[in-house]
């Protein structure tokens, strides 16, 4: 079945040690989304990609960055994860940006220690 | 710029109706509908585009003011499984992912 997958599941992290999660989609679509969710909250967008354009929000901390090796493949790099940091990752897809549905991955649930 | 959804949060006996709204100051091009279950991801349910525009799918639908400013999800005759967290995503402008904003999220809970 076509689908997002994110690994790790579960990633535990120490403060300051730099952490990467993954994110792979079967599903060809041209626009891949990180959002980060913290309990009780709303998912909050990080980033996306259309294709190998990259599109930040402004408030995205200089912390967080990605890659987009290829269509298939998306990272989230944390280089210097702090107790804050500490969420639900979900990666999302889609066909086009705008008005076309994301298909979510399962997330990545980051504990800092 | 986040959209107010209310209300926080509603507890229904199964077979009851419920609504939830999305509101915002300024219009929106486009309202996504989503329902989170806990410790799952979000599953889209329906997407608005144009303002006046209904949309269903069996008992579940939505709708978009004429001034693209509110929108509404219907739950009719609730199940158990319509319980979750429902999210309203409003896209402010036209490029998308800079200005789209999830709302903070409807809890429902459906009681046998």
């Known amino acids: 079945d076509a689908m997002v997958i994110q690994n790790p599941r579960y990633q535990v992290t120490q403060f300051g040690k730099p952490v990467t999660l993954s994110c792979s989609q079967t599903l060809n679509h041209n626009v891949m989304y990180w959002y980060q969710q913290k309990s009780s909250q709303a998912p909050k967008l990080l980033f996306h990609y259309y294709d190998k354009d990259f599109n930040n929000e402004a408030d995205t901390p200089d912390n967080f960055q990605s890659r987009r090796p290829n269509t298939s493949f998306c990272f989230l790099d944390i280089r210097s994860p702090g107790l804050g940091d500490a969420a639900m990752y979900l990666c999302?897809?889609?066909?086009?940006?705008?008005?076309?549905?994301?298909?979510f991955g399962p997330g990545t649930r980051l504990t800092v220690l | 710029q986040q959209p107010v959804q209310s209300p926080q949060a509603v507890i229904l006996r199964e077979g009851e109706d419920a609504v939830i709204n999305c509101s915002s100051s300024?219009?929106?091009?486009?309202v996504h509908w989503y329902r989170q279950k806990h410790g799952e991801a979000p599953v889209f349910l329906m997407i608005l585009l144009k303002g006046g525009e209904q949309k269903g799918h069996e008992k579940i639908s939505a709708s978009f003011n004429e001034k693209k400013q509110q929108s509404s999800l219907y739950l009719t005759a609730s199940q158990l499984s319509y319980s979750g967290t429902y999210f309203c995503?409003?896209?402010?402008?036209?490029?998308?992912?800079?200005?789209?904003?999830f709302g903070p999220g409807t809890r429902l809970s459906v009681l046998p």
């Open positions: 300024k219009a929106l091009y486009s």
């Open positions: 995503g409003t896209e402010f402008g036209d490029n998308y992912g800079q200005n789209f904003v």
């Open positions: 999302a897809t889609s066909i086009g940006t705008g008005r076309d549905t994301q298909y």
